[in-house]
């Protein structure tokens, strides 16, 4: 059925045309009215709630909502006690779990409780009546918005905001300066007493390191990694015990035993000599078409966990930045800016895999590399 409507600015009368169908003439002019216009329902009629008729049910009703308020409350002190009594300070993963599950825990149930109190609370008991809330025009009539402007234009004389520049630049001041103590409490998040460029380019990787597999920490003889394999790769004895009797300097400036394996983590390749593109100072930091590379991605730090044998590429899963092996990691596509930094690696006198040296420049994003 085709049909137009148009309104007739004059008489505000719907003026409609069908091209089947009764329609009746209206007074005015052509204008002619649809018979089956829809009608406005209306609102159904009201029904009780059990709450409403009975008054046990209501008490009942009650009952629920403030036990849920009163779980909330529990929830909430829940969270705190755990905060307290499973801290995370010793920075072990399984503490770190424990505190986690438990705190969230008692804020879920805290936030639950008292939501779905709420919501039983506005159902089952408040006033359950319909009302109509007429529109009426949204701005202010006339003489209101006169009023309010001459508020405003008083406000500006008696309080001299337009006359005392003065005052005024300076309140604007103080109110730009006032967040930038805030602000100056960030650098509490940096580390406190070290460097990052230097934090983040020293890692436990020394002189002599056999690299082994993650996590197993099973040392990796060259023979082993056969041409097309990839292995990830930490440094041997990464374990608890050995990590806590290293200086500060032999960890890398990592405090935990989780910072220092994020930071050392390596990706071990070997490809054809032939397709390996070495750059003229770093010839010597492979070992028979064994590359190893860091696995933080330089763009935000991911792991760039996926290789592709036939491309030698390798892809960080975060943002797809792309870096090819074959050109000592360069980036071919994404986002990141730089390649991964090398670890320059050797053989032993029994074969295994070590490290020649730390690596020679910050891993991971960007933003120190300008520091170095
Ligand atoms: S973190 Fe790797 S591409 Fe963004």
Redesign the pocket.
Known sequence: MAEEAKNNGDTGAVVAAQSHGSVESAAVGTAVISPDAVQNPGLPPHRQRVTDLDPKKAKRAERTVYTLFYISIAGSLGAVLAYMFFPIESGELMAIRIHTMFVGLGMALALLAVGIGAVHWGKALMADHESIDERHPVPSDEPTREASAEIFKLANEESGFSRRSLVRNSLIGALIAFPLPGITLLRGLAPQDRDPVQLLKHTMWTKGTRLARDPSGVPIKASEVTIGSAFHVIPENLNHDDFAKLSLDERGGSDTLLDAKAKAIVLLMRLDQSDLHELPERESWSYDGIVAYSKV??????P?ALYEQHTHHLL??????QFDVSEHAKVVF???KRPLPQLPITVDEEGYLVAQSDFHEPVG?SYWERLK
């Open positions: 991605c330089t763009h935000v730090g991911c760039v960080c899963p975060c943002h797809q930045s994404g986002p990141a994003p």
